[in-house]
């Protein structure tokens, strides 16, 4: 069975202050890791998709890296707009094609403040 | 910029209902998904389709759900005989053709009383 684990549950930075989120998978066979953001009553918003150990992805001020047992999150300092709950997700090859689902993590709950 | 889109946002019934949620896929997407959230918890796929039939199902989705894709542009979640527990919201999702990257719709909150 596919497994996520995020952690922290909930984090609180100030602005400007650097941090990272952390996810663990277990998968049998990685189709992708992917990291959401998703806002109070929103769905949720893709970020970044990672397919393979050691494959980073930039955007902003936050930064996705990959290992073969865990995923990080890097925001660079951060600013009240950043505050979401981040949510992170594998796809495993099981199909065969790309209509695999994905299992999610809890999140990790994100309060940037002033 | 395309977006999947969901409606109603929000749906009310009664225990034993049959409800109807709606989706419109990204329009060049051939990959769709259902997932729900339970409030405070996390986001559960349900099912998957594609080329008109469904490709993946979780053990959540039973005999009392269903979907379906009436048209070029819809696709549908259906549970027959709602439940308390149903309450929660419900995402659709679609993908392009590598059938990768899942966008998803705002959601329906469907309260089941």
């Known amino acids: 069975e596919d497994q996520v684990t995020q952690s922290p549950e909930a984090l609180r930075l100030q602005e400007g202050e650097s941090s990272s989120l952390n996810c663990s998978y277990t998968?049998?066979?990685?189709?992708?890791l992917f990291w959401y953001r998703q806002d109070p009553g929103k769905g949720p918003e893709f970020l970044f998709t990672l397919y393979s150990a050691g494959e980073e992805k930039e955007k902003e001020r936050l930064k996705a890296t990959l290992t073969k047992k865990e995923s990080f999150l890097h925001i660079t300092a951060p600013k009240p707009e950043d505050s979401a709950t981040y949510l992170c997700a594998v796809q495993a090859r099981r199909t065969g094609g790309g209509a695999d689902g994905l299992t999610f993590g809890k999140g990790t709950h994100l309060i940037i403040q002033p | 910029e395309p977006e999947v889109t969901q409606t109603p946002s929000h749906q009310v019934t009664q225990m034993g209902q049959e409800v109807i949620l709606r989706c419109v896929p990204i329009s060049n997407h051939l990959y769709f998904y259902w997932y729900r959230q339970i409030l405070g918890q996390k986001v559960e796929f349900l099912v998957s389709f594609y080329n008109n039939e469904i490709s993946e199902k979780s053990e959540i989705f039973d005999d009392q759900f269903s979907v379906e894709r009436p048209d070029g542009s819809n696709f549908t979640l259906k549970i027959r005989s709602t439940k308390l527990e149903d309450s929660a919201m419900y995402f659709c999702a679609s993908s392009g053709p590598g059938g990768n990257i899942q966008y998803f719709g705002a959601g329906t909150r469907l309260s089941v009383l």
């Open positions: 998968v049998s066979g990685l189709r992708g």
